[in-house]
Each structure stands twice: as structure tokens, then as C-alpha cells.
Nanobody
Framework: EVQLVESGGGLVQAGGSLRLSCAASGFTFDDYRIGWFRQAPGKEREGVSCISSSDGSTYYADFVKSRFTISSDNAKNTVYLQMNSLKPEDTAVYYC?????????????????????WGQGTQVTVSS
């Protein structure tokens, strides 16, 4: 059974940091790209970052570059999203998702409708 389980969300003040984790199981981790997405109330889901498990290539949305860092521990089948300098506008439910690398090029990493598997999400709230 495929599972993606996010953790690490919470309430933090503006300027603070959080580290999200996405633990994956039930599929061959190295064959997949793992993406982080977020959805705020009333807004469309948007891509935050993505990492290719096979070669470590990383991708970021412009609005998080230099603040967020994605990484993976392939031995643990876990992807992390280190979020620094958080802003109130980062408040959202954060999801991790997986897609087979051969089916989605890195240039299209943000196309969330093409991801196969999703976690349940973790709430991130940034207070001003």
C-alpha cells in the first residue's frame, strides 16, 4: 500500500522556521519525484518545491527560493522541507506528493494534477 505521511506542521511566528517531513512507503522511492504543494483557504493548490529521488535535482517556486530547502534521505524514504523566514502568506495546508520521474519532467514539477500519490497534509500557520 502506498503511503505518504507528512509531519512537522504547526504554528510559528513570522520570521520563524519549521521543518516538514514526508515519509514514503509502498513504492520504489528512487523512481519518483517527491513534491511539496500547499493550499490556502479559497486558493488553488500550488507547487512549492520538488526533488528527484534518483539524482537529487531540486526545483523551487519563485516565492520560496532562498527561504525553503528541500532534501531527501533515500535510506529512510523521507523528504524534508526546511522552511525559514516564514511569512503569514505561507499559511496553508502543505502536502507531499509523488510521481514517477519518467512520467513527469522536472520542468513540469509544479503540475500537481499529474502526481499519483498524496499525503493527508499538514497545517502550517504563520502568525504576524
Amino acid at each position: 500500500e502506498v503511503q505518504l505521511v507528512e509531519s512537522g506542521g504547526g504554528l510559528v511566528q513570522a520570521g520563524g522556521s519549521l521543518r516538514l517531513s514526508c515519509a514514503a512507503s509502498g513504492f520504489t522511492f528512487d523512481d519518483y519525484r517527491i513534491g511539496w504543494f500547499r493550499q490556502a483557504p479559497g486558493k488553488e493548490r500550488e507547487g512549492v518545491s520538488c526533488i528527484s529521488s534518483s539524482d537529487g535535482s531540486t526545483y523551487y517556486a519563485d516565492f520560496v527560493k532562498s527561504r525553503f530547502t528541500i532534501s531527501s534521505d533515500n535510506a529512510k524514504n523521507t523528504v524534508y522541507l526546511q522552511m525559514n523566514s516564514l511569512k503569514p502568506e505561507d499559511t496553508a495546508v502543505y502536502y507531499c506528493a509523488a510521481v514517477r520521474s519518467k512520467y513527469l519532467g522536472g520542468h513540469a514539477w509544479y503540475r500537481y494534477r499529474l502526481y499519483d500519490y498524496w499525503g493527508q497534509g499538514t497545517q502550517v500557520t504563520v502568525s504576524s
